[in-house]
């Protein structure tokens, strides 16, 4: 069955038609509010940004959501977990920090900050989901425990998911580091021919898993985790991963985890995908490239695979930017941008796996709010 997707675009010329009063009529006509009951623990699940990186969702918009939240007399919290890199948010204390500089303090967003797998990634609560990958998986505490949840995911492009929406919001960003870790199970490898031994995948790699061997870049097996950090950083394009194989596993295990994080919470998770600065990486990356399109609106619904296939089409239906990283055989009104920036990745893949396992309809009705 089709599931409602609520559309806002951004054309404004008088106040009622600016950005926060839009995200306040998307979360009316969506319902939300039907999703909170009095007294509610709600989750705002977000992404804070790496430190260096300018395209995470503003905090502004957060807080008006935070309003609404407050309106139907529940009690937000904006909440995120650690990562598996070395970073400015691989532990609560760093995140923390990160979230205040990014403008996420209490007296902007009129909510706390709480980091949802505890100070070190150990707080996690294993759901039952018996699935084709996973019989259970690692969810960070704060998000198990809360009573309901509102996930706001910035969409931009992803170098292992293809692009990012609400189910990998969902599927990293509410798993533990032992949860993180299942899903990138694919390990990475050097190709030597292209390898010029510049050490910046050792410097990144958060245990030390590369190594010098004969002058070139060598990935230990035992020691990789799979966080895809090395891929990132790589000038050369020397590291990758075996995609005919990897690739499609990965997404169903990331689908999976995406399922188990609101598994828990019938009826009682919103969502809402902002197509602004869509940008070709992952606010994980310490910088923020130009976007490859131009901004498009914020979405709104109770279902993430249709949230995510709508953000998708729309994306697909807009011009590409010239003079970015997407290629110019992929500008064009109706080409896929992310498979243009991500030529390996089977974005599209969480959109059919998630909808064959329950998580959500790839069947959407558009619904524009003006």
């Known amino acids: 069955m089709a599931a409602d997707v609520f559309f806002a675009r951004l054309r404004a010329r008088k106040p009622k038609e600016n950005k926060t009063n839009r995200i306040r009529k998307l979360f009316d006509r969506a319902g939300f509010g039907n999703l909170i009951t009095p007294g509610d623990l709600v989750a705002v699940k ?75 990634s150990h707080g996690e609560v294993e759901v ?3 699935k084709k990958r996973f019989q259970k998986v690692r969810i960070a505490d704060a998000v198990a425990s809360a009573d309901s949840m509102m996930v706001l995911s910035h969409v931009k492009g992803h170098e292992l998911a293809g692009f990012g929406g609400a189910i990998k919001n969902l599927a990293m960003g509410c798993a533990t580091a032992r949860g993180k870790k299942e899903q990138h199970s694919a390990k990475p490898v050097v190709k030597a021919d292209k390898c010029r031994a510049c050490g910046l995948c050792a410097q990144v790699c958060p245990t030390g898993a590369v190594e010098d061997r004969d002058g070139k870049s ?27 194989t990897d690739i499609a596993e990965f997404m169903e295990r990331m689908t ?28 994980c990356v310490p910088w ?59 974005g599209l893949l969480q959109i059919t796996y998630g909808e064959e396992i329950g ?6 009705n558009l619904v524009e709010v003006k």
């Open 46 to 120: 977000l992404h804070f940004g790496e430190m260096g990186n300018d395209s995470f969702l503003h905090p502004v918009y957060v807080r008006r959501v935070v309003d609404s939240i407050r309106q139907a007399q529940g009690k937000p919290f904006l909440t995120d977990t650690a990562t598996l890199y070395t970073g400015s948010r691989k532990n609560a204390v760093d995140h923390l920090e990160t979230a205040v500089m990014h403008g996420f303090a209490y007296s902007v967003v009129n909510a706390p900050v709480i980091i949802a797998d505890g100070l070190k």
């Open 128 to 130: 039952e989901i018996g």
């Open 218 to 244: 060598f990935i230990n097996p035992e020691l990789c985790i799979g966080c895809g950090e090395c891929m990132t950083r790589c000038p050369e394009k020397a590291i990758d991963l075996d995609w005919r």
């Open 256 to 283: 999976e985890y995406a399922y188990g994080a609101v598994v828990g919470k019938p009826g009682k998770v919103g969502y809402i995908n902002f197509l602004m600065n869509i940008t070709p990486d992952c606010d």
């Open 288 to 346: 923020s490239d130009a976007p490859m399109v131009p901004d498009l609106g914020i979405l709104a619904s109770t279902d993430p695979v249709a949230i995510d296939k709508a953000s998708h089409d729309l994306v697909t239906a807009a011009p590409g930017i010239v003079g970015t990283k997407l290629p110019h055989d992929h500008a064009a009104e109706g080409q896929d941008k992310f498979a243009g920036v991500w030529g390996y990745t089977q």
């Open 359 to 364: 998580l959500g309809s790839a069947e959407y």
